[in-house]
């Protein structure tokens, strides 16, 4: 996902003293990982964007290896593609790194990992209990990402005569109408991975509230992906014959479709929180807003909205070097200052961290304090997931709407898919 530059890190430059226990407190650690010495190296394992360099990363944790002499915090990038392929390999060739970003625990993974539940410090941070897999915390993070939010141009929306954001998804289609009878294109969308993660970031408040227990009911079979998602997927199918997505919007990536809405040609754009630092970066010359996707009709506003954690972190089960490998991953999720500055450099959000808010983030802080919950999406995480794969299946399905599949080929494609998980 695009996420724009930001200034290099240089501003932690006050040594913090870490409080509370020497970062092991608690137990839980029985036969896990070896205690390692109070000094030393510790390997971190992360992810490497435009923003997040290997110079901020070691930027972020000097003042840990500041606060603790002797200890020396290695940045490792990924070898493969990306961290999701280099941890296997790293596994598989006996040279696993003591921390790792970026991935949360699941079945496969959860094994490999380090248990931190009774660390008493993890209980604050977000979405820890929810991504705990059995009632066992292995992944802990610095903030969450909102996903259910639709950006939107506010000139345009005064232009067509709507005098607020659509609160249901029928009072969203009949937005969609006007929008385009005023020369805009109402819904900017993309091929990549786009047009599948819309849908589904659209889905999360109505699907949550009709099916709180969603992921429950799809693996018991109780309920079908495709079945529940067949209604969205007819109303997405009316908005593409309707011309309010455009028809040939496969053939564009994603930065050109954020240009595209930035530079004012289409009124609305849905994405995750992360696009907030993008929007600002391109510093539109119309008026940038921001609403919770609507739910359906005769449903509660807002909704359950969409959240992930960001920046998580996990220890490895095999390090040598446990204590200090929990030290630092305490220090990356509760340091006033690295929260701080993780939160600012990647565009996510943690409740009580909104001095340095923009207008815009704080539109999406907003956001997330009004929702009466967060919920999972796609593939999920903790308890609550789909099989892997899902979300690159889902978005070719959801693709093919745009080349003449119906969306009832597309709810029975999925449906089928998932049954072949089973």
Not at 164 to 185: I, N, R, V
Not at 227 to 232: A, G, R, T, V
Not at 268 to 290: C, H, N
Request: net charge neutral; hydrophobic share 40%; charged share 20%.
């Amino acid at each position: 996902m695009a996420r724009s530059v930001r200034r290099k890190l240089g501003l932690l430059t006050s040594v913090v003293i870490l409080v509370g226990a020497a970062g092991c407190g608690g137990g839980g650690f029985d036969d896990e990982g070896s205690a390692g010495a109070a000094t030393g190296e510790v390997r971190m394992l992360v992810n490497i964007t435009p923003n997040l360099t290997k110079g901020y990363w070691e930027g972020l944790v000097k003042p840990f290896e500041d606060a603790n002499p002797g200890v020396d915090v290695k940045i490792e990038a990924p070898t493969g593609s990306g961290v999701k392929d280099s941890l296997p390999q790293l596994l598989a060739a006996g040279n696993a790194p003591d921390v790792v970003e970026t991935l949360m625990a699941d079945k496969v993974l959860a094994p490999q990992m380090l248990e931190l539940t009774d660390q008493a410090w993890t209980k604050d941070t977000p979405l820890a209990q929810q991504a705990a897999l059995d009632g066992k915390v292995y992944t802990v993070g610095v903030g969450q990402q909102a996903q259910s939010l639709v950006f939107y141009n506010k000139d345009a929306f005064t232009k067509a005569g709507i005098a607020s954001p659509p609160k249901d998804l029928d009072e969203l289609t009949a937005a969609m109408g006007k929008l385009k009878a005023a020369g805009y294109l109402p819904l900017q969308t993309a091929g990549d991975y786009v047009t599948g993660l819309q849908l589904l970031q659209l889905s999360d408040p109505s699907i949550a509230t009709k099916h709180p227990d969603w992921y429950q009911q799809v693996g018991s079979k109780q309920l079908g992906v495709g079945q529940s998602m067949l209604p969205l997927l007819q109303r997405y199918e009316s908005w593409i014959k309707s011309g309010y997505v455009d028809k040939n919007a496969l053939g564009l990536d994603d930065v050109n479709a954020q240009t595209n809405f930035l530079t004012g040609k289409s009124a609305m754009y849905i994405m995750g929180s992360w696009f907030v630092r993008t929007a600002e970066s391109q510093k539109p010359t119309f008026d940038l807003g921001v609403f919770a996707a609507p739910t359906e009709a005769g449903q509660p506003y807002p909704g359950p909205q969409g959240v992930t954690m960001a920046a998580p972190y996990m220890v490895l089960k095999s390090t040598k070097q446990r204590d200090l490998a929990v030290k630092l991953v305490q220090f990356l999720v509760t340091d006033q200052a690295a929260v701080q500055s993780q939160l600012a450099q990647d565009g996510n959000f943690r409740k009580g961290f909104t001095d340095k808010l923009t207008p815009l983030g704080q539109q999406v802080q907003d956001i997330l304090d009004q929702a009466p919950k967060g919920v999972a999406q796609g593939e999920g995480y903790g308890a609550n997931t789909l099989p892997s794969g899902f979300n690159g299946e889902w978005n070719k399905a959801v693709q093919s709407l745009y080349t003449g599949k119906s969306a009832k080929d597309v709810a029975t494609r999925i449906d089928s898919w998932m049954g072949s998980k089973s």
